[in-house]
């Protein structure tokens, strides 16, 4: 699906949050050295929510005003899974978790090279939330290292 306006990126960018939120919560009881860890991305994916919706909603009068839209972003390339299957084990819930971390913060990347010209604080929450991903995605590396 292609996303033109900043109200289909904030909803994108939500539902990857609330799957990713999703995941981590079915993954953290059958993970027990990461299971902290698991509940606090859970938390901080709804802290990221409403950290978009704040800069969205100050910038929206400014981005209608200009006839702003986004280009050349879809949602094909950043869909993650978020169902876990029972028989999953440590190792694949921590590759699952590395490529949606992947996906996700290529997502936000992209969505912020794509409003920086326009809407300077939305950019900005996309950009700390996919450095916030990033690291994310070194620490499952290094349990997935581990096992």
Known sequence: MELRTASAVIGFAESLETGSAKF???AAPRFAG???SFQDFAKENGKNVQAI????YSVISDALETGFSFQDLTTEPY???TDLS???GAADILKIAVANETRIESFYRHAAKCSETLLADLP???KRIANSREKRKSALLEGLEKI
């Open 124 to 126: 900005r929450v996309f």
């Open 86 to 88: 029972q028989s999953a």
């Open 34 to 36: 990461l299971a902290a």
């Open 79 to 81: 869909l993650i899974e």
């Open 53 to 56: 919706k704040r800069a969205y």
């Open 24 to 26: 981590y919560e079915a």
